[in-house]
């Protein structure tokens, strides 16, 4: 899981994940970068997949696939807790 073209959404200010998408195509020379989230990172991994496409790198990359999905893990209290995931695969043209 832990792929080198991969981001992981989290807490970190919005544009350093933008940054950090457009720096794997540009200089890491990535053919496709996954943006991974889950629970409420859902809604900034769109944004951040989008402002990358669209904003960064528009007319280069493109989205190749989104995968949704539900992983269960355990919380700090020590109770099974399910969250939703999602990984956003864009790739170049």
Known sequence: MGDDNSVFIGNKPFMN???GVVMQFTTKNANEVIIKARGKFIARAVDVAEVAAKRFL???????????????FENKEGKQVRVSIIEITLKKK
């Not at 528009?58 to 269960?72: P, Q, R």
């Open 17 to 19: 994940y933008v940054t």
């Open 58 to 72: 528009e007319e280069t990359v493109e989205v190749k696939d989104i995968k949704i999905g539900s992983e269960e």
